[in-house]
């Protein structure tokens, strides 16, 4: 089951759309899901008197709206709708269990995210053990490319395996993208470094790691893109001419945004195209 967060912004319509998409692509049931959150309203010493009713109803009003965009866009994709009361962050952690997918929009209302990414999209995406999408308001082109970051950490194989699943799916090819920075003793002039050497042994990994999946998804045309360049950059540039940017999670921290790691994060900020985040 594909889980969509919506909370009535262009967004999580935009969300909705690529949820429905995906569901439609991958054949399994869409459910809607929005959160009602009192919280706000009863900070201070005076909470406003917005009563959970008037909530509820706001609420009923925005899965409507979704679940009318949703079967608009795939008519035979199953939908179904649950308001939740609780935080937004817990309610969509509490929907991954069991789900295969979460989808939310890069920026909300307030409820499911805030700012350009929000505290909550990267709380999700950090904590969530299915694959986090986040999605980017407006209508982009279709390429026909899938982007998955590539390195030689073991984080890194359920993002490619999904990259190469959704490469499938769509009936396009998949990017490799791995990017290598020059060794600190490449800047000292007395010590011999054979920068072939490090340009081979950095193709090398791209080939490793694709090489297993190659031989699962025959069908899916692979680029492998090497780059000397910063992980954030090869992978954003990427991303203009992509239709989903994939990448692991290396983060090992307590807080949430620490589990996404500088380079997820940096990205989910900052790619032009969807992101899924693949945790292991």
């Not at 008037?54 to 308001?83: F, M, N, S, Y």
Request: glycine share 10%.
């Amino acid at each position: 089951m594909i889980v969509v967060g919506v909370d009535g912004s262009a967004p999580s319509h935009a969300a909705v759309a690529w949820a429905a998409d995906d569901a439609y692509r991958t054949g399994t049931p869409l459910r809607i899901v929005h959160a009602v959150d009192s919280s706000p309203y009863q900070i201070g010493d005076y909470p406003s008197a917005v009563p959970l009713d008037a909530l509820l109803a706001g609420g009923q009003k925005i899965l409507r709206e979704a679940e009318a965009l949703a079967r608009e866009r795939r008519p035979t994709v199953e939908v179904t709708t649950e308001d939740v009361e609780g935080s937004p962050a817990l309610v969509l952690r509490e929907q991954a269990e069991g789900a295969d997918e979460i989808v939310v929009g890069s920026r909300g209302l307030g409820g499911f995210t805030g700012a350009l990414l929000g505290s909550v999209s990267m709380g999700v995406a950090g904590h969530a053990r299915c694959p986090v999408v986040v999605v980017r308001g407006g209508d982009r082109e279709v390429y026909g490319e899938v982007v998955a970051g590539v390195d030689d950490s073991p984080e890194c194989e359920p993002a490619l395996e999904y990259a190469f699943r959704q490469a499938k799916l769509r009936g396009g090819s998949l990017r490799a993208v791995h990017s290598w920075r020059l060794p600190v003793h490449a800047f000292a002039p007395e010590i011999a470094y054979d920068m072939d050497e490090v340009r081979t042994a950095q193709q090398q990994v791209v080939r490793d790691r694709v090489a297993r999946f190659s031989e699962e998804y025959p069908q899916v045309k692979v680029v492998e893109d090497v780059q000397c360049a910063h992980p954030v950059n090869a992978l954003t540039d990427a991303s203009e001419r992509a239709d989903l940017l994939v990448v692991g999670s290396h983060g090992r921290g307590a807080m949430g945004s620490a589990l996404l790691g500088s380079v997820s994060r940096a990205v989910l900020h900052r790619a032009h195209c969807p992101v899924a985040v693949v945790r292991r």
